[in-house]
């Protein structure tokens, strides 16, 4: 066989796979369906974080695996290929990279550590190159693959069409239960569906649904049955600690099509019975959504309103939902005693200082439990990064994973990034004041960045542990195990992960769309 995975040997009766992830900032239930469908299968699998690893190399001789396997999200996919270059040196082991990131960038490939990347998802894919690799034979037509020759060339292959979810085998979950601090936190996540089908120009799931459309003329948009779903919790809840669940879908239900949800709000408070949060819509919620959810016994709703500014959430973003519709949304949810986070984004392209604050004034009108505010961040493939160019927030050459390597964050052009930031970091305080306050915030936010507004900022993430009701033991001893095990391993942890209270001061872009007022009469607003 040509590839570099002629290193196996052919009487290997099983496949090996090891997962490697930088640190248990977050339990990946897309690998534990990978591990999963192998070992349904007849393979072995197993995880190693960095972070818990001392000797990573020595680990790697010892569990003796066919096929190594990184997930990489974008933003840490430097510090994966930094991993797999180490590996290289010293064992001459296979590597496949799967997730967000080759997906949306598969040039990745090219990185010479790199043999295999996966584009789309991967379950039937990783089966088939293990049972492959097994047999010591050819995978370079295998499909969402793309492979790597030793004289260079890259095969790549078209992804296979999405597979209905309960066909596949549950997701192995004790893959990372090895780690007391993940097996023990007592809120763990779930998954009962896969994709969203609103157009969001900030998201990649419109995305991933036009290349699952063109290459094999299938819809992404899948949903387990509330049979299956709830199956998943119950295995977890019989076996480990659990007092609560979070639905990580990236849409728990949609607008007018509540069907799922009705059977959903019969069977999980008999069957489970744990308290639960979600992800929904504003404008997805009215009076039979706010019955049915109060009746499963949901506990709270992550909700994305990202702009107060109608027109940059329905013609730069294209999230199209009525200011009223959210308004009366937050109502329902809030008479349901429903708790609500609302997330938001400062910065937005195009986005002026009176914007965001419409922002912050939608946000104290809705009246939210919590809140979550970031600067807007541009990720390849996004369909705001061309008209990001288009318009000129970004260069024409710009070079957005050149920007992800050095900083981890990409500013937009605009006059007002000092106070972007210090937005973000005051959000969560400002949002509890009335409307009458903004003016003053208006003149606050223009102070220059200081460690008290980063204090202030960083205590959001106690919002976070309410939210989630993870009590002060296991968050601290989850904040030992991620943030101080990754700070001491000098390893990238997920972007943004905690505010960085220390950070250093940065250069300031250059304001080449002259003053604030040249660039908001620019926009229109003037």
Request: hydrophobic residues 40%; charged residues 25%.
């Amino acid at each position: 066989m040509g590839t570099v995975c002629s290193v196996l040997a052919a009487s290997r009766r099983h496949m090996k796979v090891l997962f490697i992830q930088n640190n248990g900032i977050q339990e990946s239930i897309g690998v534990a369906n990978l591990s999963g469908i192998l070992k349904a299968n007849g393979h072995d699998a197993d995880l190693l974080l960095v972070s818990h690893t001392p000797d990573l190399i020595g680990a790697i001789r010892k569990y003796d695996p066919g096929l190594i396997a990184f997930s990489a999200l974008t933003g840490v996919h430097h510090s994966l290929e930094q991993l797999a270059a180490r590996i290289k040196r010293d064992l001459n082991v296979p590597i496949i990279v799967g997730g967000p990131h080759p997906t949306y960038s598969p040039e990745m490939i090219l990185n010479p550590a790199i043999d295999i990347i996966c584009r789309g998802e991967g379950e039937l894919a990783m089966l088939e190159l293990a049972d492959a690799l097994q047999r010591d034979a050819d995978i370079t037509k295998i499909r969402n693959l793309q492979v790597k020759t030793r004289d260079g060339v890259v095969h790549k292959n078209d992804v296979r069409p999405a597979v209905p979810l309960d066909e596949l085998p549950p997701p192995d979950r004790e893959l990372y239960y090895k780690y007391p601090f993940l097996r023990d936190m007592p809120m763990k996540r779930f998954i009962a569906s896969m994709g969203c089908p609103y157009p969001c120009t900030f998201c990649h799931e419109p995305v991933i649904r036009a290349m699952y459309r063109a290459e094999t003329k299938s819809d992404y948009l899948r949903r387990k049955t509330v049979t299956r779903a709830v199956a998943e919790i119950k295995y977890i809840k019989d076996r480990f600690p659990l007092n609560h669940v979070h639905f990580s879908d990236d849409l728990f239900f949609i607008r007018n099509s509540y069907k799922w949800l009705e059977e959903f709000a019969d069977v999980y408070p008999k069957e489970v019975g744990i308290p639960w949060n979600c992800n929904i819509r504003y404008d997805s919620v009215n009076q039979h959504a706010a019955d049915l959810l109060e009746k499963a016994g949901c506990y709270g709703a992550a909700v994305g309103l990202e702009s107060g500014n109608q027109q940059i959430r329905e013609v730069v973003i294209r999230k199209r939902s009525k200011n009223e519709h959210i308004v009366e949304g937050a109502r329902l949810l809030r008479d349901k005693g429903i708790k609500v986070l609302t997330t938001n984004m400062i910065g937005l392209p195009g986005e002026t200082l009176d914007n965001a604050f419409e922002t912050v004034e939608l946000n104290m009108v809705l009246k939210s439990d919590y809140v979550r505010a970031n600067t807007f961040l541009l990720f390849p493939g996004l369909p705001l990064v061309e008209y990001s160019r288009q318009n000129g927030y970004v260069d024409a050459d710009f070079d957005i994973d050149k920007q992800i390597a050095e900083s981890q964050e990409i500013t937009l052009k605009t006059p007002y990034a000092r106070e972007f930031r210090n937005i973000a970091s005051l959000f969560w305080l400002m949002v509890k004041f009335p409307p009458s306050w903004i003016p003053f915030f208006k003149k606050l936010v223009k102070v220059p960045d200081n460690i008290l507004f980063r204090i202030i900022g960083s205590f959001n993430m106690c919002q976070e542990l309410l939210f989630y009701r993870v009590r002060p033991v296991p968050a601290l001893r989850y904040f030992h195990n991620t943030v101080l095990m990754t700070g001491k391993s000098g390893l990238t942890m997920t972007m943004r992960t905690i505010p960085s209270v220390l950070r250093r001061k940065r250069k300031a872009p250059a304001e080449t769309l002259g003053d604030k007022e040249i660039y908001e009469a620019g926009r229109g607003y003037f």
